[in-house]
């Protein structure tokens, strides 16, 4: 047995995860006069939120006078094919705005329009040009702007810390998580009244992905074992340009920002193949009011829409099926061609990351040459189930935002709600866990719960001779990539689910040698429960759903099955099986069905022209 010691912590608020969830959820809980903790598992200002490049979407109106809340919250549920929490959808729409501006309040440095407004560019799915956006920085510069202010304003924060259990008190509320330092090994316990979920990403269980080594799922994994529902995990969005070559940065972003200032798809052939798989419901001469959205043509002075602006998850599949197809690029994607399209300073000044990207790490200068670009996994649609006025989780003491947090996007994220999502849900957490924490009064942890969980946490560490958990992390990627990738059959979903049943068994007697102190082998060994329990439920949650729907695609059942757009698919931990259950949707009101009705215009063409 390895002896540790725990360094303990109380405070009313503890948030996990510092990025733009956790961190405007502690300017909030701070605000409301809670002492508040921010706990990350990497270092302040190294969140996955950085990765957010093309922009913050809000119905500003700065560019398109004829954008509303209204028409934000439409776009979201078709691009979410109408599986979203009605009400979450409904109050980003009509808050995004505000979150907009007070990141401006606070120092946040837009890019402008001629008359110094804060400019806004096209992202796929919006009907208008909605995304606020600085340079293709928008999520480092939304990181620095928020973290400057939460510091200041008085969050204590924990770097490099790695929860690897939430603890309840004897009512079965939340009031404890356990972590480990992960530099030098030490234990730390965190007790408070109310904690706020905030680490999202679950990318790093498949092989291919825009993910850093960070997200591991602990978030979804920490939620479900602690008692909450997760809900929606078959939906995970393969963002449609990843880099493809070199190796070594394989799957790293390329901001949608590309398409969003003229990028063009093509094939090896040279052909822009996006014309070939504009869905029906686009081009058609009528559509219901369930379309997607209007017709897409390339006329930009008329509000219409270049193909390679459709939503992720159609771009993703039209990739992967030119690949298929044997018209992909030398190395496995397609071609992003922006050079022929903008002028080299164009390119330079509004897309300096993607520049040096390219530059940097292959080699590659995209004011002259296309980029090779396909499909990489990017971001769970799934997590939490929470309440959406004030992301409570479905357990007492546990609140969710950001990514961790399920039904903000339904089936398919649209590009730009992410960053929205985040300011949005992460102010009405950190209110919400703040204003509960005040009124409670204290709790006991059992020290036997806290011992059992501090000798599961070492159980690596007391099996040096064990399986190495590179191993099996490196099967588990090349298992989700294979058999719950971007196209999925019911055979290989059920491979899947055998293969991580023996995963399990693996785990088990993983081990890792060395003491405490910087011991990567580790923390990957304890990483991989996390893996495991997002793997299974994403898995098994997508074998139920026998239909194709936003980020998730059944080769075997292509089409969207309307029984099951009437229903959410939600996961629970019974004993230690992950289980899955279909429950109906929230009933959207009359006045919101409303503004489907008759929405997708005959020829999608808009007469309003853009402000100057």
């Known amino acids: 047995m390895v002896n540790a010691s725990i360094e303990t912590?109380?405070?009313?608020?503890?948030?996990?995860?510092?990025?733009?969830?956790?961190?405007?959820?502690?300017?909030?809980?701070?605000?409301?006069?809670?002492?508040?903790?921010?706990?990350?598992?990497?270092?302040?200002?190294?969140?996955?939120?950085?990765?957010?490049?093309?922009?913050?979407?809000?119905?500003?109106?700065?560019?398109?006078?004829?954008?509303?809340?209204?028409?934000?919250?439409?776009d979201t549920m078709r691009g979410g094919k109408m599986l979203n929490n009605w009400r979450m959808a409904q109050l980003h729409a009509q808050e995004a705005p505000d979150r907009v501006n007070e990141l401006e309040e606070w120092g946040a440095l837009f890019d402008r329009t001629k008359d110094g407004l804060i400019l806004q560019r096209d992202f796929g799915g919006h009907k208008y040009a909605r995304l606020a956006h600085v340079g293709d920085r928008t999520g480092l510069e939304l990181?620095?702007?928020?973290?400057?202010?939460?510091?200041?304003?008085?969050?204590?924060?924990?770097?490099?810390?790695?929860?690897?259990?939430?603890?309840?008190?004897?009512?079965?509320?939340?009031?404890?998580?356990?972590?480990?330092?992960?530099?030098?090994?030490?234990?730390?316990?965190?007790?408070?009244?109310?904690?706020?979920?905030?680490?999202?990403?679950?990318?790093?269980?498949?092989?291919?992905?825009?993910?850093?080594?960070?997200?591991t799922g602990d978030g979804h994994a920490l939620a479900l074992w602690a008692g909450a529902d997760l809900i929606d995990m078959e939906f995970v969005q393969f963002h449609p340009t990843g880099m493809v070559w070199p190796l070594s940065v394989k799957g790293l972003l390329v901001t949608e920002g590309v398409r969003g200032d003229g990028g063009i798809l093509k094939n090896s052939e040279g052909k822009r193949f996006m014309f070939e798989y504009i869905p029906q419901m686009f081009a058609a001469e009528t559509a219901d009011s369930e379309a997607e959205g209007d017709r897409w043509y390339e006329d930009k002075a008329n509000n219409r829409r270049p193909p390679e602006l459709l939503p992720r998850d159609e771009v993703a599949r039209s990739i992967n099926a030119e690949v298929k197809a044997g018209r992909g690029s030398p190395h496995g994607g397609v071609f992003l061609d922006i050079a022929s399209r903008r002028s080299p300073e164009y390119i330079r000044r509004r897309l300096p990351s993607m520049y040096h990207q390219f530059k940097e790490l292959a080699d590659v200068d995209i004011t002259v040459t296309p980029m090779e670009v396909g499909p990489t996994c990017h971001y769970a649609m799934g997590g939490v189930r929470v309440d959406p006025d004030t992301a409570k989780a479905t357990v007492e003491g546990l609140y969710a935002a950001g990514e961790v947090a399920g039904g903000m996007h339904g089936s398919n994220r649209l590009g730009g709600n992410s960053l929205s999502d985040l300011v949005v849900f992460g102010r009405r957490a950190g209110l919400a866990a703040a204003q509960s924490a005040l009124e409670k009064g204290s709790s006991k942890l059992s020290e036997s719960l806290v011992e059992d969980a501090l000798n599961r946490a070492l159980k690596p560490l007391n099996n040096p001779e064990?399986?190495?958990?590179?191993?099996?992390?490196?099967?588990?990627?090349?298992?989700?990539?294979?058999?719950?990738?971007?196209?999925?059959?019911?055979?290989?979903?059920?491979?899947?689910?055998?293969?991580?049943?023996?995963?399990?068994?693996?785990?088990?007697?993983?081990?890792?040698?060395?003491?405490?102190?910087?011991?990567?082998?580790?923390?990957?060994?304890?990483?991989?429960?996390?893996?495991?329990?997002?793997?299974?439920?994403?898995?098994?949650?997508?074998?139920?759903?026998?239909?194709?729907?936003?980020?998730?695609?059944?080769?075997?059942?292509?089409k969207a099955d309307p029984e099951f757009g009437k229903t959410n698919h939600v996961v629970r931990l019974q004993g230690n099986d992950i289980t899955v259950t279909p429950e109906p949707l929230p009933v959207m009101p009359d006045e919101l069905a409303s503004l489907f009705e008759g929405a997708a215009q005959p020829t999608g063409i808009t007469e309003s022209k853009e402000v100057k």
């Open 9 to 74: 912590h109380e405070f009313d608020v503890v948030i996990i995860g510092a990025g733009g969830a956790g961190l405007r959820a502690a300017i909030e809980s701070i605000d409301s006069g809670a002492k508040t903790a921010i706990v990350c598992k990497s270092l302040l200002g190294k969140a996955h939120t950085v990765m957010a490049e093309g922009g913050i979407a809000a119905a500003l109106r700065n560019v398109w006078k004829e954008d509303s809340w209204q028409v934000h919250f439409r």
């Open 466 to 558: 064990g399986e190495n958990p590179y191993t099996i992390q490196h099967d588990l990627q090349e298992t989700m990539q294979a058999l719950v990738g971007i196209i999925r059959t019911e055979s290989e979903l059920v491979e899947a689910v055998e293969k991580l049943e023996e995963f399990k068994e693996r785990v088990k007697g993983v081990g890792a040698k060395g003491g405490v102190k910087f011991n990567a082998s580790w923390h990957t060994a304890l990483d991989l429960n996390s893996m495991l329990t997002v793997s299974e439920a994403c898995a098994k949650a997508a074998l139920m759903r026998k239909e194709s729907r936003g980020g998730h695609t059944r080769d075997d059942y292509p």
């Open 143 to 215: 990181i620095r702007t928020l973290q400057q202010k939460a510091v200041t304003t008085g969050a204590e924060v924990f770097m490099e810390v790695k929860i690897v259990e939430l603890l309840h008190d004897e009512n079965g509320a939340v009031s404890g998580a356990l972590g480990f330092y992960r530099n030098n090994g030490s234990f730390v316990l965190f007790k408070a009244k109310s904690f706020i979920l905030a680490a999202g990403g679950i990318g790093k269980s498949w092989k291919f992905t825009s993910n850093s080594w960070e997200s």
